[in-house]
């Protein structure tokens, strides 16, 4: 009988995440900013009906980078995981803390298990209201999560819009149409390209907003805005 | 894949979703199905339970949409089990729900309904047809049915706002879980039946909304006039029926001022017909 080859368990850890950070690196970058009344997220995306972003609960959301069947998946089993907590305690007690959790377990275990890493790394954002803060949980592939201030970036190249970020976004959260333009400026200069609005998806959680905070903006609606 | 901590299951349906993952939690299937059924003792019979009933609610339409109202009494057996008991939901921006029987399962059904069609909406990106959720609830009454056998029965009146039809729909159900369309007006509980006979009466189609709503308030009054189930304007503690408007808009909130200005129109003139 044939004898397997050897592979150290450095070696094969470093291979996943080599192979996971390639399929990540080649999707395009997603950013979460807060605003003055909450949350934004944008995404360069291509397609107008297959989402980057999604609704999770009623002051939560979700955005997903890298290969869209894994991440789709990790969205619905988060609203399967909110939908049900909120309806065997109550709306209240669905938080971002305990799904980012859920995240980082499930994506830890696929990470060290299965032979096949997930290629995915994903946002979870909640906007606080009553004087609590907002919370931003960026969650890679191997599991890791980082709770993140002001801004967040996952997917593509995400270092860069990072550093072009850092520069320019203000100590105090900047009103909406501020917000997103920063957010198109920063896609732009590490895409090297004008971007066109028609493939800017963008949604917000809006603090004014009753019950659920979750808006998305259509391109025309984006467009009116800015103009 | 497999994913560890958090539930995993394939279907856009929460009550699926609860059925499979937590029977416990769902009305009517209490067991897991996976189990061999437990025989109930055969020297025991089920002793069909006492609990709180809530009873007459309606729908009627109008031009741009549907009226749905309902009382405010729960009663166990001859008792007043609650006076200010809700049984008019807010499912979702274009539909409302409202309920008579067992008051639990009722307001639990409710619940899980307004989770059921936010969940389907959420994971598939676009909101359930009217028809769709209409059939939906079919089968979650459905589901109920052992413990219709337990006393315990719960029977929704949905009202929906069809965006492609541009009308408000009503639709009643039977206790297996049948689903029928209502043309112009219905009312189900231990009082529908008097509450129906006023709605025949007055009855015309498209009418306002300022009409259709003091016909709703007027059948509820007739109702709790000969049912004592159903309670009427509580002048003493100010405890008035509820009543919601669905239409194009959305659902709105039928103020209570305008409700009690409406019954104290409506009580004078009867009061002056005795004199």
């Known amino acids: ?43 360069e995306n291509p397609s107008a009906s297959l989402h980057k972003i999604s609704e999770i609960y009623d002051n939560i959301a979700f955005a997903g980078a890298g290969k869209y069947s894994e991440f789709e998946n990790l969205r619905k089993a988060g609203i399967r995981h909110a ?60 599991g890791s999560i980082i709770d993140e201030k002001q801004f967040a970036v996952i997917g593509g190249k995400s270092d860069a819009v990072q550093a072009v970020l850092k520069e320019k976004v203000p100590a105090r959260p900047p009103d909406l149409r501020t917000a997103l333009n920063l957010c198109i400026a920063a896609l732009e200069q590490t895409g090297n390209q004008k971007l066109s609005l028609e493939s800017l998806e963008v949604a917000v959680l809006d603090r004014t907003r009753d019950n659920r905070k979750f808006r998305r903006y259509s391109p025309a609606e984006t467009k009116q805005f800015l103009a | 894949m497999k994913l560890p901590f958090l539930p995993n299951h394939d279907d856009a349906s929460f009550f699926s979703f609860l059925t499979r993952q937590h029977p416990e939690l769902t009305p009517g299937v209490r067991r897991s199905p996976d189990l061999p059924s437990v025989q109930h003792e055969p020297a025991r019979p089920l002793q069909p339970v006492t609990v709180p009933h809530a009873t007459t609610v309606l729908a009627v339409k109008y031009q741009e949409g549907v009226v749905i109202a309902g009382d405010r009494r729960a009663t166990e057996g001859f008792q007043i089990a609650e006076r200010r008991i809700e049984k008019v939901f807010k499912i979702d921006d274009y539909s409302a729900m409202a309920i008579a029987g067992a008051a639990g399962p009722c307001i639990e059904m409710a619940r899980l309904f307004q989770t059921e069609l936010e969940h389907y909406e959420k994971l598939e990106g676009v909101q359930l047809s009217c028809e769709g959720k209409a059939n939906k609830l079919g089968q979650m009454v459905k589901a109920n049915l052992p413990m219709v056998f337990q006393g315990l029965v719960v029977m929704p009146l949905y009202v929906g706002y069809d965006l492609t039809r541009s009308e408000g729909r009503i639709f009643k159900y039977d206790l297996a879980g049948g689903r029928y369309e209502e043309s112009d007006y219905h009312s189900i509980g231990s009082g529908g039946k008097d509450a129906r006979n006023t709605m025949r009466e007055h009855f015309k189609k498209a009418m306002a909304e300022a009409e259709a709503l003091k016909l709703a308030l007027l059948a509820l009054y007739n109702a709790a006039d000969d049912d004592v189930g159903t309670g009427g304007p509580d002048l003493v503690r100010g405890i008035y029926p509820t009543a919601k408007i669905v239409n194009g808009t959305g659902i709105i909130d039928v103020a209570e001022s305008r409700i009690r200005a409406i019954y104290d129109e409506m009580l004078a003139s009867r009061a002056a017909k005795e004199r």
């Open chain 1, 83 to 142: 939908d049900l907590k909120g309806f065997m305690y109550s709306r209240e007690d669905v938080t971002a803390r305990s799904l980012a959790n859920g995240y980082s377990q499930s994506l830890g275990t696929i990470f060290s298990q299965e032979m096949k890493p997930l290629e995915v790394e994903i946002l979870v954002v909640q906007i606080g209201h009553n004087g609590h803060t907002n919370e931003m949980y960026r969650i890679s592939f191997d």
């Open chain 1, 1 to 43: 009988m044939p004898m397997p080859y050897y592979v150290s368990p450095e070696q094969m850890m470093q291979d996943k995440a080599e192979y996971a950070k390639k399929g990540i690196a080649k999707g395009r970058s997603i950013i979460a900013m807060e605003y003055v009344d909450g949350i934004l997220l944008a995404a």
